[in-house]
């Protein structure tokens, strides 16, 4: 694969990555709804949030982030492999 190759693989995952985490908040703030039959917190920095809430924000947030971006970019390199017969040189120059 050469430069260019490479430099359109790297806009491909990172405007996947991008979409994955903006497409993500309404299904975090539904996920909270439904597991903590509450608002999730607006902004969990504020005072009247307390510790507890901001913490389970951040963590919650932060694996459903990274779980969608990590579907959507497999799903991304599946579409590579199919289009060019290989996988992207980043993705094939590291170990499984």
């Not at 975090?28 to 439904?34: S, Y």
């Not at 809430?53 to 694996?63: D, K, P, R, S």
């Amino acid at each position: 694969m050469d430069e260019d190759e490479d430099k359109v693989w790297d806009s491909i995952a990172g405007v996947t990555a991008v979409g994955a985490v903006m497409l993500t908040k309404p299904l975090v703030e539904r996920a909270w709804r439904l597991l903590f039959r509450s608002d999730p917190p607006g902004n969990p920095a504020h005072r009247d949030v307390t510790w507890r809430e901001a913490v389970l924000w951040a963590v919650f947030t932060g694996a459903l982030v990274g779980l969608v971006r990590l579907v959507a970019q497999r799903a991304a390199a599946a579409a590579w492999r199919r289009a060019t017969g290989s996988d992207p040189r980043g993705l094939a120059d590291t170990r499984p």
